[in-house]
């Protein structure tokens, strides 16, 4: 049965391998926005992040931010595809320590393996609601690579930020590929019914 | 006959892009009340529960649903017992989908296809998409605008099936094209599906398709039949909100279609997302501008 749980980060290994796929997060604290260009420039083009990651979660974020003086103010900021970060994930998490992986549309198995030795999640957010997520982002503390907006590395604080599904934990379960095959299951009787066998 | 003010067409233009992406439909919202009341997976129900509180937010702040504000779409119907300019017309959709991007402000999702250069205006060669037909009985210019977001866009797909393959075939291509988009269009959305014509007018009248209100049924029965099946097959996926499982996997599946040539048989499939964006503007040669969806 799936639980609700209420959470700050930065998270411990513990909190972390108490959450099974299908379980609510909501959290507070800081949460750190990265993208496409932020995880080039830090792998491959051998940048280490200038603060730690050591138990944090990273969003997959969309932000859309103005500068206002010396201070980044929201306008808003929603979610990206997981997919194709894939390549870096495991490095976040067996590198640097990150601890949960806030997206949508999930990541694979590379990511599914780091999760299970490491002790990480990956958090599925509800895409399309940019409304609510901004609202949840209480303040944008920091930007870090500033020359990279809007694929710099974001320190946000957020707070009751959710709900997020988990839907990759760190027991091996990854909730989209179950999802997946019980879609497959049902498509002999869906086809059947439809009449296009 | 008086001179129109073209002026008028852009500043609809530009509030169309606007409220299109802040304020979403009537019938959209209804079929997410719909959908959430006969979803009985808790993951899922805690899904919509978001969708509704992200739809509040925006409604009470003004401020944009989905932080992808699209490629710019206008469907412009010109009523034929007024003298109007069409090529005025489509340099105000222009300007005003470029004065929406730099005065809201919101990031222009529009770039060169090949640089990668977004010029931060949302239009360009091509953009907005525009599209002209008439009406013989009217003489208002009605305009829907449609902010077409990537999620969904990414996941069309387009067939030209041979007739021997019959409707069989076209029916497991759309069931099978929504399942292995899974959780990317950001379900659950519209299906659209275009039936007939050639490769363009496939695409497009699956594009019309997702432009109809939620639910609103195709009027030739033997294609509202086709919907209510296919709607009731993608349910049956169990796929669910944000394709993280449920009972409910698509809002509706609108048909539109056309004659064909006699050696073929096309099928396209464009999605919508759960926000199903979309607003209207009918403006009179009076200059009165009245907004809806």
Redesign the interface.
């Known amino acids: 049965m799936s639980k609700t749980y209420h959470l700050t980060s930065p998270f411990t290994e513990e909190v972390i391998r108490e959450l099974h796929a299908g379980d609510i997060v909501y959290f507070d604290g800081p949460l750190f926005g990265i993208r496409d260009l932020t995880q080039i420039y830090i792998f491959d083009k051998g940048n280490p992040p200038p603060v730690s990651l050591e138990g944090m979660p990273c969003i997959h974020t969309a932000p859309s931010l103005r500068k206002v003086g010396d201070k980044w103010e929201k306008i808003c900021v929603g979610t990206t595809t997981s997919t194709r970060m894939e390549r870096f994930t495991p490095g976040l998490i067996g590198q640097y320590g990150v601890r949960a992986i806030i997206g949508k549309g999930g990541l694979y198995e590379d990511s599914l393996k780091a999760m299970q030795k490491y002790g990480a999640v990956y958090l599925a957010i509800v895409g399309g609601a940019a409304a609510l997520e901004t609202e949840q982002i209480e303040e944008v503390e920091q930007v870090y690579f500033e020359q990279l907006h809007p694929e710099a590395l974001y320190r946000f604080r957020v707070k009751n930020f959710g709900p997020l599904t988990v839907a990759m934990d760190s027991h091996g379960v990854h909730l989209y590929e179950k999802v997946t095959e019980q879609v497959k299951k049902r498509l002999p009787d869906i086809y059947a019914k439809l009449g296009v066998l | 006959m008086a001179t129109f003010d073209y002026s008028i067409v852009e500043e609809a233009a530009k509030q169309l892009y606007i409220r299109a992406l802040c304020n979403l439909p009537p019938d959209v919202r209804e079929a997410l009340k719909k959908a959430y009341a006969r979803e009985t997976q ?2 899922a129900r ?2 919509f ?3 509704f ?3 509040e ?2 409604d009470t ?1 003004k ?6 504000t699209g490629l710019p779409i206008y469907k412009v119907r010109i009523g034929s017992s007024f003298d109007w300019n069409g090529a005025k017309i489509k340099a105000a959709l222009y300007e005003g989908a470029k004065r929406a991007t730099q005065e809201f ?3 222009s999702s529009s770039t060169h296809t090949i640089t990668r250069v977004n010029p931060q205006t949302s239009v360009g060669p091509g953009l907005p998409v525009t599209y002209f037909d008439f009406d013989g009985e009217s003489d208002v210019l009605d305009i829907l605008m449609i902010p077409k ?1 990537s ?1 969904s866009e990414n996941m069309s797909k387009m067939k030209m099936f041979y007739p021997q393959h019959g409707i ?2 076209v ?2 291509f759309i ?1 099978d094209t929504v ?1 292995e988009s ?3 269009p ?1 379900p659950p959305g519209i299906i659209g599906v275009g039936l007939g014509g050639t490769s363009d007018l496939v695409m497009k009248l699956a594009k019309d398709a997702i432009a109809r209100p939620v639910g609103q049924r195709n009027p030739d029965p033997m294609l509202a039949e086709m919907e209510v ?2 709607e ?2 993608i349910n ?10 449920g009972d409910v996997s698509c809002l509706a599946v609108h048909i539109e279609s056309a004659y064909t040539h006699i050696t073929q048989n096309p099928v396209a499939v464009n999605t919508q ?3 199903a964006r979309r607003a209207r503007a009918i403006i009179k040669p009076s200059g009165d501008v009245s907004y809806g969806f």
Not at chain 2, 63 to 68: A, G, M, P, R, S
């Open positions: 808790p993951t805690s899904i529960e978001a969708m509180k992200a739809i937010i925006a702040k401020t944009l649903l989905c932080q992808d402000p919101f990031r977001g999620g069989k075939a029916k497991k069931l399942v899974s959780a990317n950001c099946e296919l009731e097959a049956a996926t169990g796929r669910g909100p944000m394709g993280l499982g997302c759960w926000p």
